[in-house]
C-alpha cells in the first residue's frame, strides 16, 4: 500500500510578523503624545493645529503601513488555507526504484558503461539528486517533500512557497544537451498535477522547477545553456525555472572538506 502523508501547512505559514505589533505600538503611542501636546495650554493656537495635523497625516500613514503589513502576511499564509487540504503521497518504493534504474541506464549509454558496472554510477546519482535538493532547501530556507506524487504523477519533490507549489523534477547530465524526451514528460506531469489540484481550488499558482545537476567543463556547461531556450518549454502549462548545480561544487560544500 502506497503510503499517504498529508503535508502540514504549520511547516509553510510564517507566524505573524511582531513587526505588526511593533507599528501599532509606535502609532499608539506617538498619537497619544502628539494628543497631550494638543492639549496643553502651552501651545499658541498655530503650533495645536499644527500638531493635529500632524497626528491625522502620521495615523492614516500608520494604518496604511499596518493593512499593508496584514496584507502581505495574509498572502504569505495563503498556502497554508488555500492547499491545505491536497492529500500527497510518498512515491513506492518499486516506482523509486524504476526511476532511478531509468535514470542510471540513460547515463551508462552516454558514458559507455556496461549494465555490469552501474553500482558507482547509482552511487554517484543518488548523492547528485541529494545535494541538489539539500541546496534547494538551504537557499529557500524552507522543508521540502522528496518522491511526492499527486493522483499517481510522480514528483522529485515538491515545495510550497507562500501561496506558490513548486514541482520539482531533478536530472544528472553527464553530456550538454537535456533531452527534449524529459521535458515533454515533466509538461504531461505538471498539466495532470494540475488538473488535479484544479478540482478543488481555482487558478492555483503552480510552477515547474528543473534541476539540473552537471558534470561538465566550463566549455559544455555553456553548450548546454545555449540549449535552453524558451520554445523548448513551450508545451509546459505552468511558468518554469530552470536552477544548474555542478555535482562536484555540491560535493565540496555539503560531502568533501
Request: hydrophobic content about 50%.
Amino acid at each position: 500500500m502506497i503510503e499517504q502523508e498529508k503535508l502540514s501547512p504549520t511547516v509553510y505559514t510564517r507566524p505573524f510578523s511582531n513587526r505588526l505589533v511593533v507599528v501599532i505600538g509606535l502609532i499608539a503611542a506617538v498619537c497619544l503624545a502628539a494628543g497631550f501636546a494638543a492639549a496643553s495650554q502651552n501651545l499658541a493656537l498655530s503650533q495645536r493645529w499644527l500638531l493635529i495635523t500632524f497626528l491625522i497625516v502620521f495615523a492614516v500613514f500608520g494604518l496604511s503601513i499596518s493593512v499593508w503589513l496584514i496584507l502581505r502576511e495574509s498572502r504569505r499564509a495563503m498556502i497554508g488555507r488555500d492547499y491545505k487540504e491536497i492529500v500527497w503521497q510518498v512515491i513506492s518504493p518499486a516506482n523509486q526504484k524504476r526511476k532511478l534504474n531509468d535514470e542510471v541506464r540513460e547515463l551508462a549509454k552516454i558514458l559507455g558503461i556496461a549494465d555490469g558496472q552501474l553500482s558507482d554510477l547509482m552511487s554517484a546519482y543518488i548523492v547528485a539528486e541529494d545535494l541538489a535538493l539539500r541546496k534547494i532547501q538551504q537557499e529557500e530556507k524552507r522543508s521540502l517533500f522528496r518522491h511526492i506524487s499527486i493522483d499517481k504523477v510522480d514528483f522529485d519533490a515538491v515545495l510550497l512557497n507562500e501561496d506558490t507549489i513548486n514541482f520539482i523534477d531533478v536530472t544528472f547530465l553527464v553530456a550538454p544537451d537535456f533531452p527534449q524526451e524529459k521535458i515533454s514528460l515533466s509538461a504531461e506531469k505538471i498539466a495532470a498535477a494540475r488538473k488535479s489540484i484544479e478540482k478543488n481550488y481555482a487558478d492555483p499558482k503552480i510552477k515547474l522547477l528543473f534541476v539540473l545537476v552537471t558534470q561538465l567543463d566550463e566549455k559544455d556547461g555553456a553548450k548546454l545553456r545555449s540549449t535552453l531556450n524558451k520554445s523548448r518549454f513551450s508545451a509546459v502549462p505552468v511558468d518554469v525555472d530552470i536552477s544548474f548545480y555542478d555535482f562536484e561544487e555540491l560535493q565540496k560544500v555539503y560531502a568533501m572538506d
